[in-house]
C-alpha cells in the first residue's frame, strides 16, 4: 500500500491559517475514522496532536483541528505560531494487517 | 506519564545482527500494543511492525516481514525490534510507540529513538 499524499510544504505568516491535506483511498481514509497527525520538530520524536480526525489529546493547543471528506483528510492550524514550524505527518487506519499508514509529511514553514 | 525508554544508538557493520530495545516505565505494560516506526535519513515515517504485550500477536507492515522480528519480554516492559542480518540500507532512526489495545487507536507515546547506523 502507498504512503497517503500530502504536499511537501506549505507556509503561512504568524497569525494565519494554513491546511494540510493528506489523500488517501477507499481502502484506508474513505474507509475508517481512524486518522490521526503528527507533529515532529528536527532531532525529536513525533507527538500525536490529533486523533480520531478531530480529536485533540489533552494539552495539545486548540488552534489544531482535524476533519475528512471522503478520501481526504485535513489538519488546519489557525494563528499559526513560530513554535508550529515543523513536519506534520497523517496516518490512516488501513485493515488488520495494516494498522498504520503514513503520509509522506508536510513541512511547515512560519515565515 | 508513559515513558518508553530505547537504547541510544547502534553502529554495526553488514552482516551483523542486532537488537534495539524499548522499555517502558510506565505501569499495565500488557494493556499495550507497541509498535516500531522506521525514519530515514531526511525522510519520512514508516510502520513496521506492531505487537500486542497481552499475547505477543504480531503485525508486520509487508516492508519489512522477514527482515526484521519484533518481540516483548512482559517481566521487563521491554519491547524489542531484532535484524538477523544487516544492511546499510538498515541505516536509520527507529523510533518506539505505544497504543491502546482498541483497533483504530494512534500512538499516544513515543520513544527519544534510537540510531542505528549500518557501515563497513
Known amino acids: 500500500q502507498s504512503a497517503l499524499t500530502q504536499p511537501r510544504s506549505v507556509s503561512g505568516s504568524p497569525g494565519q491559517s494554513v491546511t494540510i491535506p493528506c489523500t488517501g483511498t477507499s481502502s484506508d481514509i474513505g474507509s475508517y475514522n481512524f486518522v490521526s497527525w503528527y507533529q515532529q520538530h528536527p532531532g525529536k520524536a513525533p507527538k500525536l496532536i490529533i486523533y480520531?480526525?478531530?480529536t485533540r489529546p489533552s494539552g495539545v493547543p486548540d488552534r489544531f483541528s482535524g476533519s475528512k471528506s471522503g478520501n481526504t483528510a485535513s489538519l488546519t492550524i489557525s494563528g499559526l505560531q513560530a513554535e508550529d514550524e515543523a513536519d506534520y505527518y497523517c496516518?490512516?487506519?488501513?485493515?488488520?494487517?495494516?494498522?498504520?499508514?503514513f503520509g509522506i509529511g508536510t513541512t511547515v514553514t512560519v515565515l | 506519564e508513559a515513558q518508553l525508554v530505547q537504547s541510544r544508538v547502534e553502529v554495526k557493520k553488514p552482516g551483523e545482527s542486532l537488537r534495539i530495545s524499548c522499555k517502558d516505565s510506565g505501569y499495565s505494560f500488557s494493556n499495550y500494543w507497541f509498535g516500531w516506526v522506521r525514519q530515514m535519513p531526511g525522510k519520512g515515517l514508516e510502520w513496521m511492525a506492531l505487537i500486542s504485550a497481552a499475547n505477543s500477536d504480531t503485525r508486520y507492515s509487508p516492508s519489512f516481514r522477514g527482515r526484521v522480528t519484533m518481540s516483548v519480554d512482559t517481566s521487563t516492559s521491554t519491547a524489542y525490534l531484532q535484524w538477523n542480518s544487516l544492511e546499510a540500507s538498515d541505516t536509520a532512526m527507529y523510533f518506539c510507540a505505544r497504543r491502546p489495545s482498541v483497533t483504530g487507536s494512534p500512538f499516544e507515546s513515543w520513544g527519544q529513538g534510537t540510531l542505528v547506523t549500518v557501515s563497513s
Open positions: 480520531a480526525v478531530n
Open positions: 496516518c490512516s487506519y488501513a485493515g488488520t494487517y495494516t494498522p498504520y499508514l
